[in-house]
């Protein structure tokens, strides 16, 4: 199956600092990513959607200054949470899918710790 | 009214019991199905794809698509221990589409 990298898996930063977090397809490219969190016990919260080479399609309810996408390559796309702060700790999953499939592959997960 | 609804469990069985996990949708415009495993602080790991209506069988794994009924199943025989996770049906309308989950299914296989 397609492989999906992030890094880093665990992170943990004062309040006030900015994280960036990358999300890698290695074996395919990945012409779609979507950026995930996810609370201890809940399911996936999509947060964005985001398409190579252009902006990202925020959700309703998520800070697009706060949570910056960027898919610059077919293979990788960087979400930076900036001023970061405490309630921001959290699970970030990112997804990817190739160009006309539906199936998405997800990383690992990259736990948020903001202190 | 959610547009997936899954039991969020927990469900317990025996090992090698048959498990049978659900959903159902409200959306007629979803045309694919899937079905993620997630193990405790994982991401999700892709198990069954169906496109459309019909069976699809994977070694221990069948799932099922009923799109007249919207209903969707997984089935798991010989359940093991290792089978113990998170279950989350995820489906949408169209490749490169976002996903819409179900809230997850709590799966644990006892000795």
């Known amino acids: 199956g397609a492989v999906v990298s992030q890094h880093p898996s665990w992170v943990i930063c004062k309040s006030g600092t900015s994280v960036k977090i990358e999300c890698r397809s290695l074996d395919f490219q990945a012409t779609t990513m979507f950026w995930y969190r996810q609370f201890p016990k809940q399911s996936l919260m999509l947060m964005a959607t985001?398409?190579?080479?252009?902006?990202?399609?925020?959700e309703q309810g998520v800070e697009k200054d706060k949570f910056l996408i960027n898919h610059a390559s077919l293979t990788l796309s960087t979400l930076t949470v900036t001023s970061a702060h405490p309630e921001d700790s959290s699970f970030y999953i990112c997804s990817a899918v190739d160009r006309g499939f539906a199936e998405q592959y997800f990383g690992p997960g990259t736990r948020l710790t903001v202190t | 009214q959610k547009e997936v609804e899954q039991d969020p469990g927990p469900l317990s069985v025996p090992e090698g019991a048959i498990v049978s996990l659900n959903c159902t949708y409200s959306n007629s415009a979803f045309q694919y199905f899937m079905w993620y495993r997630q193990y405790s602080r994982k991401g999700p790991e892709l198990l069954m794809y169906?496109?459309?209506?019909g069976n699809k069988e994977d070694g221990r794994f069948t799932a099922q698509v009923d799109k007249s009924s919207k209903y969707i199943s997984l089935f798991i025989r010989d359940s093991q221990p290792s089978d113990s996770a998170t279950y989350l049906c995820a489906m949408s309308g169209g490749g490169g589409n976002k996903l819409t989950f179900g809230t997850g299914t709590q799966l644990k296989v006892e000795l």
């Open positions: 985001s398409n190579e080479g252009s902006k990202a399609t925020y």
């Open positions: 169906t496109y459309s209506s």
